[in-house]
């Protein structure tokens, strides 16, 4: 069963997260441009979600941050803890934009490490970022269906199913049905390099 939304706690809203992103170009004295170049986005893009307009997956978030030398962490304005041993009900969790989706953070336990994982709250109908960048990625579905679209192909997932590509495939999924899914999602770090469509 997800999470019930009144125990979640609502971080990144994209006007709040748009003017951080904002503030920390601006401070780093880099153009709209340079930015877009540098994390693969589209200027528009990034000018919608400095205007609160849009909001990036957790993906493109992890891609500007790196790019403005922070974390997502520290422009969503949660806490940033290493814990080698994480109980189930003290994990860091948030929001990204208004769009439903909610995520969990596993790790990482400590500083440097290579990977990042979390458990991804998604509510139905919703479509990903169309994606790639290096790196690579697996997904062990817990709850609900999900099209997964993979370098041409697509895989009906339901719970159980799992999936592990290297991320330089264009990828990206659909959640289906009526049910909120519950992903659990380990990928590589940092990443960089995301080509995504808006």
């Keep these: 069963m997800a999470t019930s939304p009144k125990k979640r706690k609502q971080k990144g809203h994209p006007e709040m997260l ?3 992103i904002r503030h920390r ?9 340079k930015v877009a170049e540098e994390t693969e986005l589209t200027t528009g893009f990034i000018s919608q ?14 891609a500007i941050a790196a790019c403005l030398q922070t974390t997502p962490e520290q422009l969503l304005s949660v806490p940033e803890k290493y814990s080698e041993f994480i109980q189930k009900d003290r994990r860091q969790s948030y929001a990204i934009g208004s769009s439903g989706r909610f995520y ?12 990042h994982s979390q458990v991804i709250y998604r509510p139905p109908g919703h479509v990903s970022e169309k994606m790639s960048h290096e790196g690579e990625v697996f997904c062990y579905l817990l709850v609900g269906e999900i099209e997964y679209h993979l370098d041409g192909e697509i895989f009906r997932m339901e719970a159980g ?11 990206h999924s659909v959640v ?6 519950k992903e659990l999602w380990v990928s590589s770090s940092p990443m960089s390099s995301v080509d995504t469509k808006v």
Excluded at 49 to 62: N, Q
Excluded at 176 to 181: P, S
């Design 176 to 181: 289906l049905g009526d049910v909120e899914t």
């Design 104 to 115: 969990e953070k596993l790790g990482p336990g400590f500083p440097g490490s290579l990977i």
């Design 25 to 33: 170009r601006k401070a780093l004295g880099k153009t709209l441009g």
């Design 161 to 171: 199913d799992v999936v592990h590509h290297h991320t330089s495939k264009p990828h």
């Design 49 to 62: 979600v400095e205007r609160g307009i849009s909001s990036p997956s957790l993906s493109s978030l992890m």
């Design 18 to 20: 748009g003017k951080a």
